[in-house]
């Protein structure tokens, strides 16, 4: 079903989704040439305390009215796994002939060391990391960034990423949109 296509995971917790998250994934699917963005909510990110319940952050995806060719894709609760480099193998494992790039913000590229066998994950699929307002500098300066560098695709080839082999990343320097889902939970705290 998914054969040849060009999909983009974008994958977080979404406590809450936002209109920069969408910003994000509009541009993803526009700079990426991408068929399609599957929006990941994480049923429990491992590096983030307890968070509100799934469908909770589910409903805030779909609150924004994702666009046609976005959707919400429920495969890491249906696989059952807690970390990014488990799902990353079973997607390969069920699509072996889609084109799946992994988009993360800036903020998480910063502290993919952190992340469980973050070097298979860098192998895994090609990389699509976003710049966000405030870690844009720790990201292209940090570990992985720094580890891979041979590996990094200039942003204006882009649209090619993802039909090419991992390991291989780019950095979009996209129009910034300040929004968070930190500040959002704050301001609803005060309200």
């Known amino acids: 079903m998914y054969e040849g296509l060009k999909i983009g995971l974008f994958g977080g917790s979404f406590n809450p989704a936002h209109p920069g998250h969408l910003h994000v994934a509009t541009s993803g699917l526009r700079e990426l040439g991408l068929d399609h963005i599957w929006w990941l909510v994480s049923p429990q990110n491992p590096l983030k305390p307890e968070q509100p319940s799934y469908d909770s952050r589910v409903e805030t995806v779909k609150a924004l009215n994702l666009p046609?060719?976005?959707?919400?894709?429920?495969?890491?609760?249906?696989?059952?796994?807690?970390?990014?480099?488990?799902?990353?193998?079973?997607?390969?494992?069920?699509?072996?002939?889609?084109?799946?790039?992994?988009?993360?913000?800036?903020?998480?590229?910063?502290?993919?060391?952190?992340w469980r066998s973050w070097q298979e994950i860098m192998s895994s699929f090609p990389i699509a990391v976003i710049s966000r307002p405030g870690n844009n500098i720790k990201a292209r300066l940090g570990q992985a960034a720094r580890q891979y560098a041979d590996y990094r695709l200039p942003e204006q080839?882009?649209?090619?990423?993802?039909?090419?082999?991992?390991?291989?990343?780019?950095?979009?320097?996209?129009?910034?949109?300040?929004?968070?889902?930190?500040?959002?939970?704050?301001?609803?705290?005060?309200?």
């Open 157 to 191: 080839s882009a649209a090619s990423l993802a039909e090419m082999t991992a390991p291989r990343w780019t950095y979009l320097t996209l129009p910034l949109d300040k929004r968070s889902s930190s500040a959002l939970r704050v301001k609803l705290a005060r309200d």
């Open 68 to 114: 046609p060719r976005m959707d919400i894709s429920h495969v890491e609760k249906q696989f059952g796994t807690n970390y990014t480099i488990d799902l990353l193998r079973r997607l390969k494992k069920r699509y072996p002939r889609t084109h799946f790039v992994f988009m993360m913000g800036a903020d998480n590229f910063a502290q993919l060391p952190k």
